[in-house]
């Protein structure tokens, strides 16, 4: 009979004696199960997260500066092209959305011209298809060609084809005199994609062309005018014009500008950092970078919080666990004094002896362990969830979700969703090694003292 | 033969302030196919002697020497595993196992194979049968737990069985029948039994007896051969 026959037949021979070990171990590895699936829920939103809101840095104008409309929304495309020349930026979506006036005659025919950096139609709206003509070249895009490519919807209304010089421009009555500014782009691509529908307001008989309402694939159901896209650099010059020429007459033109927040998808999080290093003070007044890290750890305060007590109350559990059960072991051996005599004095080797004790715990410990995994999970699950829950409502109320400013940040109830406690194999694994190495640390003291016992002064 | 070899040994106690003498330069020879018994008052160091020719313990001075080796040298251990088998007063067996188990353990411990049938074999040969190897030993008699302490000390074929009052805790005629299975062991296996014993009765039926002098620490040997 070897020492692991020896061990299994000392467990289940003495169930009552071991029933103290397996009540300790059961309670205390509850408690580090706990422990853990709460860290690891929360590493998973942690991570989760992170690759929702990515390696993204934002650009947009201080609050404060909003909140008083003291300036014009969006930062100037001369600047962000500095910004997205470093190295570290994977990519950039940007887009500066003006309405201008469609045609001369009709002061109210406006077309929401759309600014971009990229020549692919389907970055803008998604399964479109040029139905005509041509997407933009980076040349035009870079130096900032008067070309513009319209919607099939837009260019049905208007009678536009591809080729043709469109005005679009301002004009405003003031005192009764028009002032007014032209400007021709040409038209390069007709685009079939986003659905131009009529607006709820002129719903009737006569069919208007000036205020239509269009749902993209994409939802922007905040656009309401016939739709065309430019280089964002053409669109940026003449709202500078614009501003300007109105600035003549006395007018100071600062709304209608549609913001569009530049996303920057950065390469690493060393490169976020970089950037933080490199570009953080030199972005003209009052823009500012919001950094997807600092944005991260705003939203995933409370979680960070909780991940700390569940690994504090981890720790704790494991020390106290390895003194415990080293107690509850060493008086269990103190009554079995005589069987390790008996082994020492038929000479069986200390290895084996020791093997037998550690067995011995571990499968008393397996056994525990069995109920604490479920245990364990069923009160992460009860208790981290509401907690988080009521963390995250505190920190929004303390903090004010409007001081992100970034569409992608989460919600308390998104993060909230995600955060699942699960039996994954990784909690179940990492489990068995941690409970496994706190029993096994347990045994050491207990062991080093058999091992110093005489036989003849136990047996004799 | 000369199995076990006895040569100066010397041993002594702390004994409050000084040193109390147990044995002093002892010299005695063990051969196979004899029962030996240790007579001496109490406190005499018969036990003492017991553990140091069963490895328990190591002498001061002098040497021990199993077919020719210091038992230092073969390892206390290894000794203890092959060729001494023990037996004790309070049978001193595994109390939540069966005598088979009992008797398998030794077995599993000196390395031997195919345990099962060997350990029935030895138990039925000292007189226990399948029925009451396989009950707990807690649920058998003082006489039958001795006799699987005995099987027990069989268990890994040793040339020496030493005992330490292994008749103290029985009646008298249980007392007979196990000294008569040591001197069966003895004279039918060619064993060289040694017991320790506070009977004159018991000691009566050894070969030889060695009384050890509790002052002097020597043993006068009274040889019945």
Same mark, same amino acid.
């Given at each position: 009979?070897?020492?692991?026959?020896?061990?299994?037949?000392?467990?289940?021979?003495?169930?009552?004696?071991?029933?103290?070990?397996?009540?300790?171990?059961?309670?205390?590895?509850?408690?580090?199960?706990?422990?853990?699936?709460?860290?690891?829920?929360?590493?998973?939103?942690?991570?989760?997260?992170?690759?929702?809101?990515?390696?993204?840095?934002?650009?947009?104008?201080?609050?404060?500066?909003?909140?008083?409309?003291?300036?014009?929304?969006?930062?100037?495309?001369?600047?962000?092209?500095?910004?997205?020349?470093?190295?570290?930026?994977?990519?950039?979506?940007?887009?500066?959305?003006?309405?201008?006036?469609?045609?001369?005659?009709?002061?109210?025919?406006?077309?929401?011209?759309?600014?971009?950096?990229?020549?692919?139609?389907?970055?803008?709206?998604?399964?479109?298809?040029?139905?005509?003509?041509?997407?933009?070249?980076?040349?035009?895009?870079?130096?900032?060609?008067?070309?513009?490519?319209?919607?099939?919807?837009?260019?049905?209304?208007?009678?536009?084809?591809?080729?043709?010089?469109?005005?679009?421009?301002?004009?405003?009555?003031m005192y009764f005199d028009p002032f007014e500014e032209w400007f021709d782009m040409e038209v390069i691509g007709i685009v079939d994609g986003p659905e131009v529908t009529r607006s709820w307001l002129f719903?009737?008989?006569?069919?208007?062309?000036?205020?239509?309402?269009?749902?993209?694939?994409?939802?922007?159901?905040?656009?309401?005018?016939?739709?065309? #896209?430019?280089?964002? #650099?053409?669109?940026?010059?003449? #709202?500078?014009?614009?501003?300007?020429?109105?600035?003549?007459?006395?007018?100071?033109?600062?709304?209608?500008?549609?913001?569009?927040?530049?996303?920057?998808?950065?390469?690493?999080?060393?490169?976020?950092?970089?950037?933080?290093?490199?570009?953080?003070?030199?972005?003209?007044?009052?823009?500012?970078?919001?950094?997807?890290?600092?944005?991260?750890?705003?939203?995933?305060?409370?979680?960070?919080?909780?991940?700390?007590?569940?690994?504090?109350?981890?720790?704790?559990?494991?020390?106290?666990?390895?003194?415990?059960?080293?107690? #509850?072991?060493?008086?269990?051996?103190?009554?079995?004094?005589?069987?390790?005599?008996?082994?020492?004095?038929?000479?069986?080797?200390?290895?084996?002896?020791?093997?037998?004790?550690?067995?011995?715990?571990?499968?008393?410990?397996?056994?525990?362990?069995?109920?604490?995994?479920?245990?364990?999970?069923?009160?992460?699950?009860?208790?981290?969830?509401?907690?988080?829950?009521?963390?995250?409502?505190?920190?929004?109320?303390?903090?004010?979700?409007?001081?992100?400013?970034?569409?992608?940040?989460?919600?308390?109830?998104?993060?909230?969703?995600?955060?699942?406690?699960?039996?994954?194999?990784?909690?179940?694994?990492?489990?068995?090694?941690?409970?496994?190495?706190?029993?096994?640390?347990?045994?050491?003291?207990?062991?080093?003292?058999?091992?110093?016992?005489?036989?003849?002064?136990?047996?004799? | 033969?000369?199995?076990?070899?006895?040569?100066?040994?010397?041993?002594?106690?702390?004994?409050?302030?000084?040193?109390?003498?147990?044995?002093? +330069?002892?010299?005695?020879?063990?051969?196979?196919?004899?029962?030996?018994?240790?007579?001496?008052?109490?406190?005499?160091?018969?036990?003492?002697?017991?553990?140091?020719?069963?490895?328990?313990?190591?002498?001061?001075?002098?040497?021990?020497?199993?077919?020719?080796?210091?038992?230092?040298?073969?390892?206390?251990?290894?000794?203890?595993?092959? +060729?001494?088998?023990?037996?004790?007063?309070?049978?001193?067996?595994?109390?939540?196992?069966?005598?088979?188990?009992?008797?398998?353990?030794?077995?599993?411990?000196?390395?031997?194979? +195919?345990?099962?049938?060997?350990?029935?074999?030895?138990?039925?040969?000292?007189?226990?049968?399948?029925?009451?190897?396989?009950?707990?030993?807690?649920?058998?008699?003082?006489?039958?737990?001795?006799?699987?302490?005995?099987?027990?000390?069989?268990?890994?074929?040793?040339?020496?069985?030493?005992?330490?009052?292994?008749?103290?805790?029985?009646?008298?005629?249980?007392?007979?029948?196990?000294?008569?299975?040591?001197?069966?062991?003895?004279?039918?296996?060619?064993?060289?039994?040694?017991?320790?014993? +506070?009977?004159?009765?018991?000691?009566?039926?050894?070969?030889?007896?060695?009384?050890?002098?509790?002052?002097?620490?020597?043993?006068?040997?009274?040889?019945?051969?």
């Open positions: 009979m070897n020492s692991l026959k020896r061990a299994w037949l000392s467990v289940i021979r003495k169930p009552g004696k071991n029933f103290l070990l397996f009540f300790i171990v059961t309670l205390l590895t509850t408690l580090m199960a706990a422990s853990l699936a709460i860290r690891i829920a929360s590493n998973n939103v942690t991570a989760e997260m992170q690759n929702r809101i990515g390696l993204q840095v934002s650009i947009a104008p201080e609050r404060t500066e909003l909140a008083y409309g003291m300036v014009g929304q969006h930062i100037p495309y001369s600047e962000l092209k500095k910004v997205v020349s470093y190295k570290g930026v994977k990519s950039y979506n940007y887009g500066i959305s003006y309405p201008f006036q469609a045609y001369k005659a009709h002061q109210q025919s406006m077309v929401l011209v759309e600014g971009t950096q990229n020549p692919d139609i389907k970055h803008y709206w998604p399964n479109s298809k040029i139905v005509e003509g041509r997407t933009f070249t980076e040349q035009e895009l870079t130096e900032g060609a008067h070309v513009m490519v319209v919607s099939k919807q837009m260019a049905d209304l208007h009678n536009i084809t591809v080729g043709d010089n469109y005005p679009l421009g301002r004009r405003y009555v719903e009737g008989d006569s069919f208007d062309e000036y205020m239509i309402y269009y749902y993209s694939e994409t939802q922007r159901d905040w656009d309401i005018f016939p739709i065309a #896209i430019a280089p964002n #650099i053409v669109i940026d010059q003449q #709202i500078i014009n614009t501003k300007l020429n109105y600035r003549l007459v006395g007018i100071n033109l600062r709304q209608n500008v549609d913001m569009r927040i530049p996303i920057l998808e950065m390469e690493s999080f060393e490169a976020v950092k970089e950037m933080r290093r490199l570009f953080g003070k030199q972005l003209p007044m009052p823009f500012k970078f919001n950094f997807a890290d600092d944005q991260i750890l705003a939203v995933l305060g409370p979680i960070g919080t909780l991940n700390m007590i569940a690994e504090a109350v981890m720790v704790f559990t494991m020390i106290i666990a390895v003194f415990v059960c080293s107690l #509850i072991i060493l008086l269990y051996l103190k009554e079995r004094r005589h069987e390790i005599g008996i082994y020492f004095a038929l000479g069986e080797k200390k290895r084996n002896i020791v093997l037998q004790v550690v067995m011995e715990v571990w499968i008393v410990s397996a056994l525990a362990m069995t109920l604490s995994v479920f245990a364990g999970t069923w009160i992460a699950k009860g208790f981290s969830s509401e907690l988080i829950r009521l963390q995250l409502l505190i920190a929004e109320v303390q903090k004010g979700k409007d001081d992100i400013v970034n569409d992608n940040i989460p919600t308390r109830e998104e993060v909230v969703d995600a955060y699942t406690v699960k039996m994954s194999n990784e909690y179940i694994l990492l489990f068995i090694g941690l409970s496994m190495l706190t029993v096994t640390a347990s045994t050491i003291v207990p062991i080093v003292n058999i091992l110093k016992l005489k036989p003849k002064e136990i047996l004799l | 033969m000369k199995l076990l070899d006895i040569k100066d040994v010397f041993f002594t106690y702390p004994d409050g302030d000084s040193v109390r003498t147990i044995l002093d +330069h002892v010299n005695v020879t063990f051969e196979k196919g004899n029962l030996y018994a240790i007579v001496g008052s109490s406190g005499s160091g018969k036990t003492t002697f017991l553990t140091l020719i069963a490895g328990l313990d190591t002498a001061q001075e002098g040497s021990i020497t199993f077919k020719g080796k210091d038992i230092a040298e073969i390892g206390l251990w290894e000794y203890r595993r092959n +060729h001494v088998g023990m037996v004790f007063q309070s049978y001193n067996l595994i109390p939540y196992m069966t005598g088979l188990e009992n008797v398998l353990v030794a077995m599993g411990i000196s390395g031997k194979k +195919h345990m099962k049938d060997s350990a029935y074999e030895l138990l039925d040969s000292i007189g226990i049968e399948k029925n009451k190897a396989n009950r707990n030993v807690r649920r058998l008699s003082g006489g039958e737990q001795q006799r699987i302490a005995i099987a027990r000390a069989m268990a890994n074929q040793p040339d020496i069985i030493v005992a330490d009052e292994p008749t103290g805790n029985l009646d008298g005629e249980t007392e007979d029948t196990i000294i008569g299975l040591f001197r069966k062991l003895a004279s039918e296996q060619d064993k060289c039994v040694i017991v320790v014993t +506070h009977s004159e009765k018991v000691a009566k039926q050894a070969n030889v007896i060695l009384r050890l002098h509790a002052t002097k620490g020597t043993f006068v040997i009274e040889d019945n051969r």
